[in-house]
């Protein structure tokens, strides 16, 4: 089991801009895909943005088009989400996650880590 292990989140005003991080460790080499998803409070966990591990393909939620970017750096096993001119209703915790060659689940999950917008 691998552990993937987020951070960067905070309190940010409206407009500004955050970079979370994901390092994953452990069972990594058996990975086909990671991405990002988000809960916020009183609603469902969502999609935001993944990649195909050793490509440079990314899709994103429409929400995120435009304003988040997925990257990695593949010699730290560090996977970045790259979120700019937020908005409050993007306060929710984000969380890292990855899919497994052959299979169609996002099967592991880092613990999540708080984004708040506010003034």
């Known amino acids: 089991q691998a552990q993937l292990v987020e951070g960067g989140g905070g309190l940010v005003q409206p407009g500004d801009s955050l970079r979370l991080s994901c390092v994953a460790s452990?069972?990594?080499?058996?990975?086909?895909?990671m991405g990002w998803f988000r809960q916020a409070p009183g609603k469902e966990r969502e999609f935001v943005a993944g990649?195909?591990?050793?490509?440079?393909?990314?899709s994103y939620a429409d929400f995120a088009q435009g304003r988040f970017t997925i990257s990695r750096d593949n010699a730290k096993n560090t996977l970045y989400l790259h979120m700019k001119n937020l908005a409050p209703q993007d306060t929710a915790v984000y969380y890292c996650?990855?899919?497994?060659?052959?299979?169609?689940?996002?099967?592991?999950w880092g613990q999540g880590t708080q984004v708040t917008v506010s003034s």
């Open positions: 990649t195909v591990w050793g490509t440079s393909s990314a």
């Open positions: 996650a990855a899919k497994r060659v052959k299979t169609t689940t996002w099967s592991d």
């Open positions: 452990g069972g990594t080499s058996g990975f086909y895909a």
